[in-house]
């Protein structure tokens, strides 16, 4: 089944710590994109890669850190930077970008 | 800038109850307008979209018309089930190379039996 795999489910980590979350896709789709979701505010945009080796700051990228050196795997750093990174993290991708993308289970990160 | 407005939730419903939930936009030029569900603890599901004035979006029963005279793409249900539980986001996207998905904050929908 083609889909996007992100893991972990749940992650904790100590404040200072820096984290990785992992989104893979085999869509074989160009774009990919970060959204951080919190309650009462909707998604936003943390970064986008419209192609591999190419990425873009969305709206709130402060203390966080991206990489897309393949096309279906595009990881997110959380930074010891972000000063509240507690939050559920969301992966997407599209075939291009401008067109309806398709998300992951989510994964919520805690930090204490 | 370009933006979504949807009402406030949370909307409480009895089963076989209509339901509204209004959302309205503001984008430069004409974007493509979406219906996205959040069931708890999961990500987004893709419910409908329209991509141009007066086209219906429709699925399991659920249905928006994109009115590009009222900048609105509200969502439609007419009998709810508790299964319909869930958080639903409006979104739109520009129809220009390289923007990604606006969200709206979200409208939470509760039915009870």
């Known amino acids: 089944d083609g889909g996007i795999t992100q893991s972990p489910k749940y992650l904790f980590r100590k404040e200072g710590q820096n984290v990785t979350l992992s989104c893979e896709q085999n869509l074989n789709h160009d774009a990919m994109y970060w959204y951080r979701q919190d309650p009462g505010q909707g998604l936003r945009l943390i970064y986008y890669?419209?192609?591999?080796?190419?990425?873009q700051k969305g709206d709130i990228a402060e203390g966080y850190s991206v990489s897309r050196e393949k096309k279906e795997s595009f990881p997110l750093t959380v930074t010891s930077a972000q000063k509240n990174p507690t939050a559920f993290y969301l992966c997407?991708?599209?075939?291009?970008?401008?067109?309806?993308?398709?998300f992951g289970q989510g994964t919520r990160l805690t930090v204490v | 800038g370009d933006s979504v407005t949807q009402m406030e939730g949370p909307v409480t419903l009895s089963e076989e109850a209509f339901l509204t939930i209004n959302c309205t936009y503001t984008a430069t030029g004409y974007p493509s307008l979406f219906w996205y569900v959040q069931y708890p603890g999961e990500g987004l599901q893709l419910l409908l979209k329209?991509?141009?004035?007066?086209d219906k979006g429709s699925n399991k029963g659920f249905e928006a018309t994109y009115r590009k005279e009222t900048t609105s793409f509200h969502l439609e249900k007419g009998s709810v089930q508790v299964s319909d539980s869930a958080v639903y986001f409006c979104?739109?996207?520009?129809?220009?190379?390289?923007?990604?998905?606006?969200f709206g904050k979200g409208t939470t929908l509760s039915v009870s039996s």
């Open positions: 979104a739109l996207i520009l129809n220009q190379a390289g923007t990604a998905l606006i």
């Open positions: 890669s419209q192609i591999v080796n190419d990425f």
């Open positions: 997407a991708s599209s075939k291009v970008m401008d067109t309806e993308a398709f």
């Open positions: 329209a991509t141009k004035a007066d």
